[in-house]
């Protein structure tokens, strides 16, 4: 009881309005909370996105690089075969 010592010096009323408040904080704190965790799980969905496009343009890139090795190589063919 030694929590709700507060509580005890108010009369009935005041004590049931106290208790109602602080109901309704925590109700409050608990739906932020609650809208919080949605946010970073958006949040880390995102992230995730994220990494799989970097990876994409890492990988496209690494093909891209080996393309033009590949064109200049044919090209100096080209340029041998050529009288």
Do not use: N, W
Request: charged share 35%.
């Amino acid at each position: 009881m030694g929590g709700f010592f507060f509580l005890e010096s108010r009369s009935g009323a005041a004590a049931q309005a106290e208790v109602a408040r602080l109901t309704q904080a925590v109700q409050t704190a608990e739906a932020k909370r609650d809208a919080l965790a949605e946010e970073l799980g958006r949040f880390k969905e995102a992230h995730q996105d994220l990494k799989h496009v970097e990876r994409r343009i890492a990988s496209t890139s690494e093909e891209l690089r080996h393309l033009e090795y590949l064109r200049a190589r044919v090209s100096g063919e080209i340029d041998v075969i050529r009288p």
